[in-house]
């Protein structure tokens, strides 16, 4: 669509993308309506801003299509279920994402996409691809799902040679034109199933992402995921040309990227004549070097190397990335206790690749569950668990969990909800520690039953760890007195 003028557009919510979405599209000519599901003071206000500039918004009735209208654009969180859609389907009425919505807005010139998705790793790796990139001197940006807006950065005024593009599984739901430069699925495991209502379309609106790859189609082979990563490129329909590239933690086969000796290296992006793996860097430039993490960075050199980029700037990048807080970042070490700050763990997939980075392991864990099951996860960790603490609305599925699957384990349930129990759990954790132990908060759930968001649940637990440090200062200067 290049004529806008008077088109009748439905943006679908407010916030981070409805916003931008009614506001570029007002500016083309369209006569825009947002509806909004909330009519809290917060829309209210947001509401009041959009319709100062000659925009409608329509609060508290999200569920009915108005008449006339030709196309829908929708916020990424808005279910495919929603009355809005299904009527939108009866009217033959197309629905578009926001990041739909700034790949059709693009120019000719406009940078290439290289895209990354999967149930965990997204941001990581895409915060490691800008890095690398930025290392090889091309003007680039991590945009999408990592928070920053798409449609503002295809028609801002700065120019890029090529963007590192995270996309959720919701995006790429409501993206049906998308083609990528390259593409990584990172893994996939059960997430959302609420939203797209079962394994199987979640793992397909995931494969969208390789539809239409012109160079490489990124996976991972080690992934056990039913259907695979690989699985999902066979089934894509593909440039001719575009290339399968796997990567592994272990040693590389032809196409792939993996890890020898300490290094990572490259058996894909190799000149014919060349035998040898082509070496990027070493292990100990990926911080932190825990297994899952080395697979970011082997996935974002991939995407890297299928743009061009040379060996010694994926060394550079990696050296030069810094992860963001939350991420299997170190607190501190107290009496001997090293406390690690996982809250974006927030699925059972993203636990169990933290609890394999550890030995010996007091667990914080709970929140809420998003329909996962936690069996497959205390079966893999067992082994490594000293003791767990249960926090939050639905810890009792990882408690009946532990019971069938690690009975000898110690259990604290902590019933408490409020500001304080963070600092409750921290303390038990503390209590069941012994020296030489980690006490990981990976909830393997998300935070809203108690925390406005991942971020603050992190924040609670470092200064619940904090004050335990002073504590313990505190008591061993009153025993030297």
């Not at 506001?23 to 599901?37: E, P, W």
């Not at 394994?199 to 259907?227: F, H, L």
């Not at 990572?264 to 100990?284: G, I």
Request: glycine fraction near 10%.
């Amino acid at each position: 669509m290049s004529n806008w003028q008077g088109k009748r557009v439905i943006v679908a919510g407010l916030g981070v993308s409805g916003i931008p979405a009614a506001r570029v599209l007002h500016a083309r000519g369209a006569r825009v309506t947002v509806v909004n599901d909330g009519d809290d003071e917060r829309s209210r206000a947001q509401a009041a801003e959009l319709e100062a500039e000659g925009i409608t918004v329509r609060l508290g009735d999200g569920a009915t299509l108005p008449e006339g209208t030709e196309l829908i654009v929708t916020t990424p969180g808005w279910q495919p279920d929603k009355p809005l859609f299904t009527a939108a389907e009866r009217a033959g009425v197309e629905v578009w994402g926001d990041v739909e919505l700034a790949w059709r807005l693009r120019t000719p010139d406009s940078a290439p996409w290289l895209a990354v998705t999967g149930t965990n790793g997204k941001t990581t790796t895409v915060r490691m691809l800008a890095s690398i990139l930025t290392a090889a001197g091309l003007r680039t940006a991590a945009v999408g799902n990592i928070g920053v807006s798409l449609l503002d950065t295809v028609l801002g005024e700065e120019t890029y040679d090529v963007l590192a593009v995270e996309l959720s599984s919701y995006q790429l739901h409501w993206s049906p034109s998308l083609r990528a430069h390259s593409a990584a699925v990172l893994n996939l495991a059960p997430d959302h199933l609420d939203w797209h209502g079962s394994m199987e379309a979640y793992a397909a609106d995931k494969g969208r992402i390789y539809e239409g790859n012109q160079v490489a189609c990124v996976y991972n082979a080690d992934a056990t995921d039913e259907p695979s990563t690989e699985q999902l490129v066979r089934d894509a329909d593909v440039e001719d040309g575009c290339r399968a590239i796997g990567f592994t933690l272990g040693t590389p086969g032809p196409s792939q990227l993996g890890v020898v000796e300490g290094l990572l290296v490259d058996r894909a992006f190799v000149p014919d004549r060349q035998k040898q793996a082509q070496e990027l860097a070493e292990v100990s430039d990926v911080r932190p070097p825990a297994p899952h993490n080395i697979a970011n960075a082997l996935a974002a050199a991939a995407l890297a190397r299928a743009f061009g980029v040379e060996p010694a700037a994926v060394r550079d990048g990696l050296r030069s990335f810094h992860p963001d807080p939350h991420r299997i970042e170190q607190v501190r070490e107290v009496a001997g206790v090293t406390y690690i700050d996982d809250s974006k763990a927030t699925n059972p997939h993203a636990a169990e690749a933290s609890l394999a980075a550890y030995g010996s392991i007091v667990w914080i864990a709970g929140g809420l569950a998003k329909g996962a099951s936690f069996d497959e996860l205390v079966r893999s960790a067992t082994g490594r668990l000293r003791g767990v603490v249960l926090i939050g609305k639905e810890r009792h599925l990882i408690r009946e969990a532990l019971g069938r699957h690690a009975p000898e384990v110690p259990v604290v349930d902590l019933e408490q909800t409020d500001t304080g129990a963070m600092s409750a759990a921290v303390r038990e954790a503390a209590r069941l520690a012994v020296p030489g132990d980690t006490v990981l908060m990976a909830p393997a759930c998300a935070s809203m039953d108690m925390f406005v968001n991942y971020n603050k649940r992190g924040e609670a637990f470092a200064d619940a760890v904090h004050a335990l440090a002073a504590e313990d200062a505190g008591s061993a200067g009153a025993g030297s007195a």
